[in-house]
């Protein structure tokens, strides 16, 4: 069984700085993507950053220059830091894995959530 575990969301005012954490435990051989998606209520999961095992980058048009994904193998997680935060940035932020496990099933797998606030 995997499963992700996140933690760093928070309140925080505009113009502060978050660090989001994901970690990964469980039955893994190899985790390829990692990401972060956030959610608002009556909208959709939307992408936020992507990373690949490689370490190339992706990001949506609104974290890019803000946000920085970056991950550490060694320790199957996935780190997200966000500065100049906005209150348009507040809502609920989900870890994304794609994990190949022991048994070399490949499945995607997700967080509970971590929420973010930011106060204008």
């Known amino acids: 069984q995997v499963q992700l575990v996140e933690s760093g969301g928070g309140l925080v005012q505009a113009g502060g700085s978050l660090r989001l954490s994901c970690a990964a435990s469980?039955?893994?051989?190899?985790?390829?993507?990692m990401g972060w998606y956030r959610q608002v209520p009556g909208n959709e999961r939307e992408l936020v950053a992507l990373?690949?095992?490689?370490?190339?980058?992706s990001y949506a048009d609104s974290a890019k220059g803000r946000f920085t994904i970056s991950r550490d193998n060694a320790k199957n997680t996935v780190y997200l830091q966000m500065n100049s935060l906005k209150p348009e940035d507040t809502a609920v932020y989900y870890c994304?894995?794609?994990?190949?496990?022991?048994?070399?099933?490949?499945?995607?797998?997700w967080g509970q959530g971590t929420q973010v606030t930011v106060s204008s």
């Open positions: 990373i690949m095992s490689g370490g190339s980058t």
């Open positions: 469980g039955n893994i051989f190899s985790i390829n993507r």
């Open positions: 994304n894995a794609v994990i190949t496990t022991n048994y070399l099933t490949t499945s995607t797998y």
